[in-house]
């Protein structure tokens, strides 16, 4: 089985987030918000690439895999989970390059999918983890640190 991590940013320091990654031995981290922005520092996209570099691993930015601005204003409003994770399923059917550039990575290294909520049954990346997995069988679904 090849792992394929996600994980979120919220709730770690730069370094406790960077041990993380290092002990899982993951080689790309693929950003998986539509912005790669954060009030929180080191982890807006050139920082975030440039401290991931420094430490040996890459960094790419999937924005078409990214939740949608209105579909996070109403999940914030209430919006159920399941609702969302169908409608955000069809996103995910009209962007076939970026989940082949996906599964390509996936397949070839040791990635993980990152964006800020620490929960992945309340993240779009552990939507994005399991339609890519379906697909292929030998992708196993790892949350990091997630209890």
Known sequence: ?????????????????????????????????????????????????????????????????????????????GWDFVEFADEYRRILDAQPEAVDALLTLAIHRRICLVCFEEDPAACHRSIVAEYVSESRPELQVSHLRYA
């Open 1 to 77: 089985m090849t792992p394929l991590c996600t994980i979120g940013y919220e709730g770690y320091s730069a370094d406790e987030w960077l041990e993380s990654l290092a002990a899982n031995r993951v080689e790309i981290v693929v950003d998986v918000r539509e912005m790669p922005l954060s009030r929180k520092p080191g982890f807006s996209k050139t920082r975030l690439a440039e401290m991931l570099r420094s430490t040996g691993i890459d960094y790419v930015h999937l924005r078409s895999l990214g939740n949608p601005k209105a579909y996070r204003d109403r999940l914030r409003d």
